[in-house]
């Protein structure tokens, strides 16, 4: 029996690597998959808009269930900087991302945004991921989720360990990755009950319902209290 297909609103392969993974009985698509190019305006000023965005986006051109999600890290004491604009972040002169729109590696991110911390003297490092996820079932039914894996900023880059990247995680001694793409803890990639931002919006049993419909798509949503 052909598994039901859910395509992601992204065009990155580890994103659908890590998606297959959540949701084993569906067959997650990227538009590279349709030949389509995909690149929509993340205008939003939540995770949550631009998760919508890129859900309608897609839909609009493949008119199928579409799942998206945006996602960052948060510093507390940078005012949670630098939050939705992550994946453009080049350092404290370019907090939302270059005037011609290019981009660093995240080494550079990494090394730029621990100097930033340090350079402001507080002794707060506690930082978090946010990531909103939207179930897109036509541009008039959708569902919405977000949650946040919480952690600190490493004090330099020589403290990086498992995967490498700035956000560590207390409780397993490790360290993630930087942008929205790779921000998890190390062992999310292969690894049955690796724990990561988008892993907990629909990994998490205690956190979420799972309710199937007529159109037989499986909507997963917080559960209340």
């Not at 005037?99 to 590696?105: A, N």
């Amino acid at each position: 029996m052909a598994k039901k297909r859910l395509y992601l609103a992204s065009s990155n392969q580890h994103k659908r690597k890590e998606m297959q993974q959540i949701l084993p009985d569906y067959e997650i698509r990227i538009p590279n998959d349709d030949g389509i190019e995909f690149n929509p305006t993340e205008n939003g000023s939540s995770f949550y808009e631009n998760s919508l965005i890129k859900a309608r986006a897609l839909w609009e051109l493949v008119h199928e269930p579409v799942i998206a999600d945006d996602s960052g890290i948060c510093v507390e004491a940078l005012g949670g900087e630098p939050g939705i604009f992550t994946s453009r972040y080049a350092g404290p002169n370019f907090m939302h991302g270059k005037p011609d729109g290019s981009k660093i590696s995240q080494d550079e991110q990494n090394r730029f945004l621990i100097e930033q911390l340090n350079d402001s003297k507080s002794e707060n490092r506690n930082c978090h991921y946010t990531c909103a996820m939207v179930l897109l079932l036509n541009p008039d039914r959708f569902f919405v989720a977000q949650e946040t894996f919480e952690g600190t900023l490493i004090n330099s880059i020589e403290e990086q360990a498992g995967t490498g990247g700035t956000f560590l995680v207390p409780s397993r001694e490790r360290t993630g990755g930087f942008r929205g793409s790779t921000a998890y803890a190390p062992d999310v990639y292969g690894v049955c009950g690796g724990v990561g931002h988008r892993t907990r919006l629909y990994g998490v049993e205690q956190h979420t319902a799972h309710a199937p419909r007529e159109d037989g798509v499986s909507c997963h949503a917080p559960r209340a209290g």
